[in-house]
Antibody, heavy 120, light 109 residues
């Protein structure tokens, strides 16, 4: 059974940093693209970033470029999102999502999400 | 950037009704269009991929169609457990810039 479990969310002040983690199990983690998708309170879904199987390619939505870094540790079956220079508009539930199908943009499994709140 | 315009933003229907949601892309995305269901407090769930393919385990009352810029998601006979918000999502970008529609909140009348 595919499982994705996020952790690391919490309350942080504007300008602060936070590192999210996603522990994957039930599939060969190193074989698939992985993504982070976020959802601000009461709002829709926004794709944030994704990373290729070997970490050689990483892509970001414009609003987080230069502030967020996606990474993975295939030996630990884990995905990460380092978030720096956080802003109030980064407040959201952050989901880890896998792309086990043929396409990197197809999000077939999701974690339960972790809430990040940026506030003073 | 490719924009996705989803309509309606909310919808009220009765059990047994046929429900249709549309999604329009700002440019041709071929069939690179997925549909997700999100129940309150839960993560999204993939229902339809590549415009018309039903994800394994998803009930056959859900279907999708379309290509190019215009897409449709249909529930053939609404059930109480279908109450959720539905999102379309395109993935026709290189480099990736995947975008979601604004969502359609479906309620029981």
């Amino acid at each position: 059974e595919v499982q994705l479990v996020e952790s690391g969310g919490g309350l942080v002040q504007p300008g602060g940093s936070l590192r999210l983690s996603c522990a994957a199990s039930g599939f060969t983690f190193s074989s698939y693209w992985m993504s982070w998708v976020r959802q601000a309170p009461g709002k829709g879904l926004e794709w944030v970033a994704n990373i290729k199987q070997d970490g050689s390619e990483k892509y970001y939505v414009d609003s987080v470029k230069g502030r967020f870094t996606i990474s993975r540790d295939n030996a630990k079956n884990s995905l990460y999102l380092q978030m720096n220079s956080l802003r109030a508009e980064d407040t959201a539930v952050y989901y880890c999502a896998s792309s086990l199908g043929a396409a990197a943009g197809l999000f077939d499994y999701w974690g339960q999400g972790t809430l990040v709140t940026v506030s003073s | 950037d490719i924009q996705m315009t989803q309509s309606p933003s909310s919808l009220s229907a009765s059990v047994g009704d046929r429900v249709t949601i549309t999604c329009q892309a700002s440019q041709d995305i071929s069939n690179y269009l997925n549909w997700y269901q999100q129940k309150p407090g839960k993560a999204p769930k993939l229902l339809i991929y590549d415009a018309s393919n039903l994800e394994t385990g998803v009930p056959s009352r859900f279907s999708g169609s379309g290509s190019g810029t215009d897409f449709t998601f249909t529930i053939s006979s609404l059930q109480p457990e279908d109450i959720a918000t539905y999102y379309c999502q395109q993935y026709d970008n290189l480099p990736p810039l995947y975008t979601f529609g604004q969502g359609t909140k479906l309620e029981i009348k």
